[in-house]
């Protein structure tokens, strides 16, 4: 059998203005510049989507606590720990 195909992500070339000083220190350090730039992309949109995700379940977070606050938390006798 052969291992299953992993499929790469498309790459897609793309024009950024970064500091030039910033980009020439990094080439000097041997830093993919692409790659950083995916990397910090990548962590901004994961960022945006938590703070999205929290902003629109906001009220349904506020209810679960006030119940848990009010009632204790459900099914709690049969922790064993």
Same mark, same amino acid.
Do not use: G, W
């Given at each position: 059998m052969q291992a299953a195909d992993v499929t790469k992500p498309t790459r %897609?070339?793309?024009n950024?203005?970064?500091?030039?000083a910033l980009l020439k220190e990094a080439k000097a350090l041997g830093?993919?510049?692409s790659r950083s730039a995916e990397a910090g992309i990548a962590e901004a949109v994961k960022r945006? %989507?938590?703070e999205k995700w929290l902003k629109e379940n906001a009220r349904a977070l506020a209810s679960s606590n006030a119940y848990v606050e009010a009632n204790g938390?459900?099914?709690a006798r049969h922790?064993?720990?």
């Open positions: %897609k070339p793309t950024l203005s970064l500091d030039s830093i993919n510049v945006h %989507k938590q938390l459900p099914l922790r064993q720990f």
